[in-house]
């Protein structure tokens, strides 16, 4: 089976991110692989454990390459970067990947299933419009026998089952597996494994349809709320809630 | 990392992924658990299989015998990493990698390194360095444990002292003077008759690391566990080089992690009325910690290039190690005072750290050892003996 992960590069969990001049500057931040893009290339590695026929695409600045580096490091085959630091809105990445999609023909696509920078879910689900394919959105869980996948994936007040056929979109979400580390052989490795770039001309892309105004930093204020503790029992329930349903959490 | 001159910058890419990865894998694996190991006074057998797997023990192997042949910053890294975690975890790598895999490497036989180096790159194999003698560490040159040739075997008589991993190690690289009086090394199994390695215990520093004597009472071993390659002090004196540059790297590691923990320390404790990092006393503390470290480290990058270069010398290494480990140690104290009464109970890193390094000032050629060493290389004058 053939399989497309959709890497980005985002700033680490830990980052501290600034704004200058309006919009968010991400000089001397630490940037990392994107964790949901990380149990996508994670799963394709338990599909093919081998690497072989596994393809990281990513879409994005110079500084992509070290995403691209930790995904080939943690076993994909090779890798396609489409260089551009131009801001791209989720429809103009679509378009873009979904040529490369119809270039390398796989089975089945992995994306994250939200960007810990923007807090975007809809990447998936543009490039399954492109393609004119199915997708799993949120998936917790993944069988695949023969051309079928069963997965389990999130909804709003649960969980859902689904069986599909391939080819397919699937966006991540946590609990779909536990990322490998990249081991040190494999990083040694990877320093020899293909990452073929692109322009955005290369697939009749001059840029996105929208621009970036301004970005400022949200400043998290504290909710204050108190909880009446007469109950012990249902001061605990309603902590859970809280923490599970608002702060989500747990 | 804290990094305020940017040498990460320096890095190449494979060496700052291989840095990443060793960082997260001792944040999620290391850190949360260490302090209730170095209370128990025990390091479980699976971190050393978890390392092996990781590749980063003895990295600087080439492939072909179980390494993966990276350069000797990267090695660095990732014992800066590793006693950012514990000295104790830096201590187990370091000897599995620099003394047994390296004198299996540099002095072994093809046939030894085919054997043993694989196995114990992947953690599957644990292995111990048996130089020290109780007598004194400082003098290896004086060492009674001697090996006598009985036909074509060799039986090894004599005891070591405050050896790492001994107790656990499935094999001992044993160093001994043979017939000529001339210090040979040897791959001795421990489940060899004759071989006994009972634990040191009541250690208050490198609590996570086990530590033991050999005690080898006619141990007779076959001509094939002789490192062909050993002979002379020079032999057991180059393994030291190899450990010793990789604390230089690891004593920065620990001195992070007492400085980090200090800074938010000290930014959230408040005596009248205002964080006590806002004092000036605090901050000359906080800052000769962030110097220190940033010198060090300094260093510890040169030292790196010039290992790789092939230019590095064993007297730089001293240097290295001697300011290293002491201003990390001096560090650790000053980390210790800054936190009062939470500076002495295990619930902070610091006072762990305080007294692990305790113990890396003195291993591996002391402070006053490496002392004399620089001296001599400085003035051509021998203050050692």
Known sequence: ?250 | MFDYFKILENLKPEERDIHTMVREFVDAEIIPQVGDWWDEGTLPRNLTTKMGELGILGPTTPEEYGGSGVSSTAYGLICYELERGDSGIRSTASVQGSLVMYPIYAYGSEEQKKKYLPELAAGRMVGCFGLTESDGGSDPGAMRTRATKDGTDYVLNGSKMWITNSPIADIAVVWAKDDDGIIRGFIVPTDTRGFSAPKIKNKMSLRASVTGEIVLEDVRVPASSLLPGSKGLKSPLGCLTQARYGIAWGALGALESVLSTTLEYTKSRTTFGKPIAGRQLVQHKLVTMATQHSLGLMMAYHLGQNKDAGTMNYAQVSMAKRNNVRVALEGARMARELHGGNGITTEYPIIRHMLNLETVDTYEGTHDIHTLIVGRDLTGLNALE
């Open chain 1, 1 to 250: 089976m053939k399989i497309l992960c959709l890497i980005r590069q985002v700033p680490d969990a830990e980052a501290r991110v600034k704004a200058k001049n309006g919009l968010v500057d991400l000089e001397g931040a630490t940037l990392a692989l994107d964790g949901m893009d990380e149990y996508g290339v994670e799963q394709a590695l338990r599909i093919n454990t081998d690497g072989a026929n596994t393809v990281a695409v990513a879409l994005g600045g110079a500084r992509f390459e070290d995403a691209i580096r930790r995904a080939l490091a943690m076993g994909l085959e090779r890798a396609i970067h489409v260089e551009s630091s131009e801001h791209l809105d989720v429809v103009t990445q679509a378009k873009i990947l979904a040529k490369i999609v119809q270039e390398e023909q796989p089975d089945l696509v992995f994306c994250g299933g939200q960007h810990a920078d923007s807090d975007s879910q809809a990447l998936g689900a543009a490039l399954a419009e492109a393609l004119n394919w199915n997708q799993i959105t949120w998936t917790t869980a993944l069988e695949i026998e023969n051309s079928s996948v069963k997965a389990t994936h999130d909804v709003d007040d649960g969980k859902e089952q689904l069986e599909l056929e391939l080819p397919l979109v699937i966006t991540t979400q946590q609990g779909l597996n536990e990322p490998r580390y990249p081991t040190l052989p494999n990083i040694m490795k990877a320093k020899k494994k293909e990452i073929r770039k692109a322009s955005l001309a290369d697939y009749g892309v001059a840029g996105g349809k929208v621009r970036v105004v301004k970005q400022e930093i949200q400043d998290k204020q504290r909710l204050n709320k108190l909880i009446d503790g007469k109950d012990p029992t249902a001061a605990a329930e309603e902590l859970i809630k809280l923490l599970h349903v608002e702060a989500k959490v747990i």
